[in-house]
């Protein structure tokens, strides 16, 4: 994580999983003016305990914020909250990171798991990159520098070689998550047209594929084709500058 230098950054799904992990090596960073809004559905729930106690190892670090990615008021509040915080800086780095997955295949998917994988692992990013993107602006514009980085203002999509149209097909059979990997194939998409309408902001807009990492959405017998890395591997934003 030693390439992030943004000072301000936002991360859906931060209490476990990858996002838990991300925030901890971001706290791990010597960046003294770092502030990390770790957002989640619940952040008082037993789910939410690992992020609880990383917030009180970093006081000051961390906020936890709620968000919630398939209920869109909940994305209006909390980037109310957050801009009330932000003050003048804007925020350098936002992580749409929450995600879910759901088994099926042509046969087999249901509307409504095709439904809400849509609203998790699209429409919610598509929102919460509407309702931040005045911060991101507000960042872009304070950066003085040129170019775009996501030191200065970004949008990170975490997804998957699941939402690849051309890898897919090949390794289907032994991940057989269509839901999953449409409403993935659509969310690259999204990434595609938000960096090219976020260009003229000298925003910088990105999808990642984190690896396969064994988290509760990988949860299933390891993979033939690729080896799960340990949850300690899962360094997403590594080199990501
Ligand atoms: N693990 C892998 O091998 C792998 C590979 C490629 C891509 N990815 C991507 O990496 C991201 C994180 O996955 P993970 O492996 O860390 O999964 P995970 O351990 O299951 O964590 C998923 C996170 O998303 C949150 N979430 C789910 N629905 C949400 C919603 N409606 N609103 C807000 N938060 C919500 C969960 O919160 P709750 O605790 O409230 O459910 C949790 O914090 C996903 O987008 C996934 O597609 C993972």
Redesign the pocket.
Known sequence: MAAVKACNILI????????LETVKQLTEDSCPKRHIFAT???PEGP?SEALRELVKKHPGVITIIR????DPSSIKESAKKVGSLLGNSGLNLLVN?????ARGTIQTSSAENMKNTFS??VI?PLLIIKEYLPYLQTAAKASGTPGMSCNKAAVIN???V?GSISTMPSLFSQFPVLPYCVS?AGFNMLTVLAADELRADKILCMAL?????K????REKALHFFPHSELQGGDVLRNVN
């Open positions: 859906t799904g931060a209490n476990r999983g990858l996002g989640c559905r619940d789910k968000l919630d990615a398939d990171n929450a995600g879910i997955v998790t692992n919610g975490i997804s998957t699941g993935k594929h984190s690896g396969w990492v988290t509760e959405l990988r």
